[in-house]
T-cell receptor, first 113, second 115 residues
């Protein structure tokens, strides 16, 4: 597709379970970002990749959160031992070079029961 | 440190009336400022950005914003609202200087357009 694709669009899980969220960026975009948006708030930065490496993971809330981008394209956000407070919409965005424009996916809505 | 405050979580405007969305920021470095819009069931989309140079920036769909350093503001305006402008609008400031896409977003303003 032409845009940023995120799967699943909705995920309901139980407290303590492991979750993976996938992001497929726009082809050729070298930078990839993960954000988290809680109800009534703006997106909050989590981590960004330049190519395969995590250039800045300062927004990850704790060590239960981890993200990878092994081939410099698709990225997976992994959350271990989920907690109810992890419930949010997880947004992925990609960009090319220094254009200053992020292209966002529609998000993955995570609900932890 | 950087932060963004959007005044008003909900704004209702009549079709054809002025749209004014307020954004104030704080930044420890020269600010790069952005407005993003989120239409229902779509991803966020860039409306416009300010980096350096001209302080009045024009974006898509007839929107514009003016950077006022003395007021630490970056308010978004559109002279005449259309029904299609109903969406949520987010102001954002760049965090640090090493990435264009590492942003601090405001809480958003939901715009409702009434006939």
């Amino acid at each position: 597709g032409a845009g940023v694709s995120q799967t699943p669009s909705n995920k309901v899980t139980e407290k303590g379970k492991y979750v993976e969220l996938r992001c497929d960026p726009i082809s050729g975009h070298t930078a990839l970002y993960w954000y988290r948006q809680s109800l009534g708030q703006g997106p909050e930065f989590l981590i960004y990749f330049q190519g395969t490496g995590a250039a800045d993971d300062s927004g990850l809330p704790n060590d239960r959160f981890f993200a990878v981008r092994p081939e410099g394209s698709v990225s997976t956000l992994k959350i271990q031992r989920t907690e109810r407070g992890d419930s949010a919409v997880y947004l992925c965005a990609s960009s090319f070079g220094g254009t200053g424009e992020l292209f966002f996916g529609e998000g993955s809505r995570l609900t932890v029961l | 440190a950087q932060s963004v405050t959007q005044l008003g979580s909900h704004v209702s405007v009549s079709e054809g009336a002025l749209v004014l969305l307020r954004c104030n920021y704080s930044s420890s470095v020269p600010p790069y400022l952005f407005w993003y819009v989120q239409y229902p069931n779509q991803g966020l989309q860039l409306l416009l950005k300010y980096t350096t140079g001209a302080t009045l920036v024009k974006g898509i769909n007839g929107f514009e914003a003016e950077f006022k350093k003395s007021e630490t503001s970056f308010h978004l305006t559109k002279p005449s609202a259309h029904m299609s402008d109903a969406a949520e609008y987010f102001c954002a400031v760049r965090l640090g200087t090493d990435s264009w896409g590492k942003l601090q977003f405001g809480a958003g303003t939901q715009v409702v357009v009434t006939p």
